[in-house]
């Protein structure tokens, strides 16, 4: 009775849909107002859930799935949903809507049993991916499913290409005779619609961001508001020269030992006394300071040129930069018209793997938002689609930092829209590494091997980012080379000098301090300092990276590279504490470097003086708060980590060959502060549509469609998030940034010196 009853419902609705239009509106809503009656076979269905794969019940299904999706609200269906299906087009994509959410009660009966019919219910809302993917399994279990027929082909193009009168006399038609084999073709072109019933909700987070790493202390961190004392305590102009000639002669290939030949040292003192405006005691304090970098030297881990960055030549064997370069090529050698060119940059910067990509978007991207499941990276792809929306504005347990120190407000050092998404990276206590989710735009099955490159690369990269975060909390007391009283810093004048100046203006304090003799603050003598107190190992730790993979190419008729803007990594967030770059490939460029410079506070001095701080500091009123630490030269194979607590940025360079390509790749890590846990590809699914459609064609019947027509059956689908959704997303993030970036400077990196009276 159940069946017959269902089969004619089925009758009147094809024969509805091949009505004219002015009868269709309320033709379906009588028939749904009659519509409780189908509700009652559910029971039927159930009972005979082992039968449901069988063709002949599958059209029976359909009427039911037709009711679960427009019965919920009669009136709004009424007339936004019915009034689609006046258009030809409309009628064949509710027929497709209802196939996809047959495709869920499908699952739904085989998850749940029959006690449970509210669940099995609810479960129509199960995103299409899973039901798919679980159809799938299912279907190859039974060794059962639906099969391309030259029927669902015809169907599915008339869909997309006929006009309104070859739908309804040739399409419908189709449909009505192929016992609804069309289901898995059509299901996919109504994915849309799906995910329209299938509303996500914005929720709180359950997830736990409890600090796995409670052991650590806080790190600074550079989201400061500008506030008086903010800042290091400026170096003398005269500290600044020494630490460029300490950096000069550690920029030496093998300096650690050329220091120890006495003829070697002679030849660099005596160049420095020939080149430079330092004292001979100052440049003894340099080269004595030089048996302190040697002896914190561990293997080929050294201090770069600025205190608190690290660096290495020869951290990665060669076998593995080969195996980097080999698997990287799979990025690189793509369609010109798929190349992802970082805007802004004049197509000299090619981004592989970026994050500003298919980033977290809040109330748009996905969340796993359960306490302790985690997305494997073994497992990410059958999560795509999954989850719940979020405010993260509306979630505290994303803003636990533990920093103590002032910061910007929230209104533009954290963004309330954007996130870039870490990885999850396992240190074991012996130093291996385990990449434990998915990295963001990094396909895991197709890079799979890639995947393991990057595990061994940043292996080798935890020791460095040990050593920046022990400096990081070391240095942040640590007193300058050039302790400045700027109440010593004049001498005494005589008693003469101050009979004449009786006969000065009084008032005109910056010639009277013009008119003194500057006495240059000195350095003493060098003394090894002693151990250090902190040892951040990150072994045996979990932590969380965001990885990045891009090319610089410049051409004959692109030849220089300008440069790129100060700027740290990330927003406050992101809680990005260092920076690891691998630069494993350089070709045909003239020497690059990365230039870092520092914020400082306002040094003391006395009144109006405006001639001893330009004088000691190189400081004058208006001009920015900050002073350039030096810069390091990114020869290929150098591995460089530095902390986010400095600005930097790319120098300029060019082609070395003006009539040939050249080119420079790098490989980077964004460390995480250890102590603060993020949203991460442990908590969001994969989100890239293209990701998805690579699923899809391989699921049988979609393996046997042309191309032409799988790529038309995806273009209805509006998520995860489609390419040209991700690149609208980066502009905006970008935006955010370049903001960002500019604020931070105002009330930081170039808020200006004001010299006023005390």
């Known amino acids: 009775m159940g069946r017959r009853s269902l089969k004619r419902n089925l009758n009147e609705l094809i024969k509805l849909m091949k009505e004219d239009k002015n009868n269709v509106n309320n033709s379906i809503k009588d028939y749904l107002e009659s519509g409780q009656k189908i509700l009652n076979d559910l029971p039927l269905l159930i009972d005979n ?20 999706f427009l019965n919920s609200d009669l009136n709004q269906t009424n007339t936004e949903c019915l009034a689609q299906i006046s258009t030809g087009e409309g009628k064949l994509t509710i027929v497709a809507a209802l196939a996809a959410i047959k495709v869920s009660i499908i699952i739904a009966i085989a998850l749940f049993d029959k006690q449970n019919h509210n669940k099995i219910t609810k479960s129509t809302n199960i995103v299409v991916s899973q039901a798919i993917y679980l159809f799938t399994e299912k279907s190859k279990q039974k060794k059962k499913g639906f099969y391309p027929r030259d029927t669902q082909i ?29 289901i898995i073709v059509a299901a996919l072109a109504a994915i849309k619609n799906m995910s329209l019933l299938d509303e996500p909700t914005e929720e709180i987070l359950k997830i736990d961001f409890t600090n796995q790493n409670a052991d650590l202390p806080s790190f600074p961190h550079p989201f400061l508001s500008g506030n008086y004392g903010d800042g290091k305590i400026p170096k003398s102009l005269i500290e600044l020269r020494m630490m460029n000639l300490s950096g000069n002669i550690r920029n030496k ?10 003829i070697i040292r002679n030849k660099w003192k005596q160049e420095a006394l020939e080149q430079s405006s330092l004292s001979e005691k100052q440049i003894d304090y340099v080269l004595a300071e030089l048996e302190y970098y040697n002896s914190i030297r561990d293997q080929s881990m050294e201090m770069s040129v600025d205190d608190g960055v690290w660096q290495s030549d020869e951290l990665i064997p060669q076998d593995i930069k080969q195996s980097l370069i080999s698997c990287v090529q799979s990025l690189e050698n793509i369609p010109e018209n798929e190349q992802d060119w970082h805007p802004g940059t004049n ?10 990509l298919f980033c977290f978007v809040n109330q748009t991207t996905r969340v796993i938002n359960e306490r302790n499941h985690l997305i494997n990276l073994d497992d990410a792809l059958k999560y795509i689609g999954l989850g719940q929306t979020i405010d993260i504005n509306a979630n505290t347990s994303l803003s636990n930092s533990q920093n103590k120190q002032q910061k910007l407000q929230k209104s533009y050092s954290q963004s309330n829209t954007y996130q870039w998404i870490p990885t999850e990276f396992n240190v074991s ?11 963001n735009n990094l396909h895991p099955i197709q890079h799979k091997q890639l995947y393991q490159v990057i595990e061994n690369i940043c292996q080798h990269f935890i020791p460095l980012f040990s ?3 022990t400096d990081l909390i070391d240095n942040q007391n640590k007193p300058n080379r050039i302790i400045v009283d700027p109440y010593k810093w004049y001498e005494n004048e005589s008693s003469s000098s101050s009979s004449n100046e009786d006969h000065e203006d009084d008032n005109d304090d910056d010639n009277h301090h013009h008119h003194r003799t500057i006495i240059q603050p000195d350095v003493g003598e060098f003394h090894m300092p002693s151990l250090t107190n902190s040892n951040i190992d990150l072994r045996g730790r979990k932590l969380q990276i965001i990885v990045k993979l891009a090319n610089i190419i410049l051409t004959p008729t692109n030849p220089a590279y300008p440069g790129g803007v100060w700027h740290i990594e990330g927003m406050e967030n992101e809680h990005i504490i260092a920076t690891g770059i691998y630069y494993y490939f350089n070709s045909n460029i003239t020497q690059s470097n990365l230039q870092f410079r520092t914020a400082i506070c306002e040094p003391n001095y006395e009144q109006d003086d405006r001639y001893g701080v330009d004088t000691i500091y190189g400081l004058q009123d208006e001009l920015p708060l900050n002073q350039l630490l030096g810069e390091v030269i990114t020869q290929e194979n150098r591995c460089l980590v530095f902390p986010n607590l400095y600005q930097h940025r790319v120098a300029p360079f060019q082609l070395k060959d003006p009539t040939q390509p050249g080119q420079r790749k790098i490989l980077v890590f964004f460390l995480v502060d250890p102590t603060i846990r993020i949203l991460s590809t442990a908590h969001i699914p994969p989100q890239q549509s293209h990701w998805y459609c690579d699923i899809i064609r391989s699921i049988p019947v979609f393996n046997e469609l042309p191309s032409l027509v799988v790529d038309k059956i995806m273009s209805y689908i509006d998520f995860p998030m489609t390419m040209d959704q991700a690149k609208q997303h980066r502009e905006e993030l970008m935006n955010e ?22």
């Not at 206590?429 to 990295?439: F, L, N, Q």
């Not at 940034?737 to 005390?758: A, D, G, M, T, V």
């Open 49 to 68: 859930r082992d039968k449901i794969l069988d063709p002949q019940i599958s059209l029976d299904t359909q009427i039911l799935a037709l009711w679960l």
């Open 154 to 182: 015809l169907a599915l193009w008339l869909f997309l290409n006929s006009d309104l009168n070859q739908i309804n006399t040739e399409c419908l038609a189709q449909i009505s005779t192929s016992e609804g084999k069309l």
């Open 253 to 262: 290939s093998k300096w650690f030992e050329k220091m120890q030949d006495q």
């Open 347 to 356: 197509k000299q910067v090619l981004d592989l793997v970026h994050p500003s």
């Open 429 to 439: 206590k012996d130093g291996r590494v385990k990449i434990e989710s998915y990295i």
């Open 467 to 469: 050593k920046v975060l």
């Open 737 to 758: 940034r370049k903001y960002f970036i500019s604020q931070n400077n105002e009330l930081l990196f170039e808020r200006p010196f004001s010299l006023c009276e005390h």
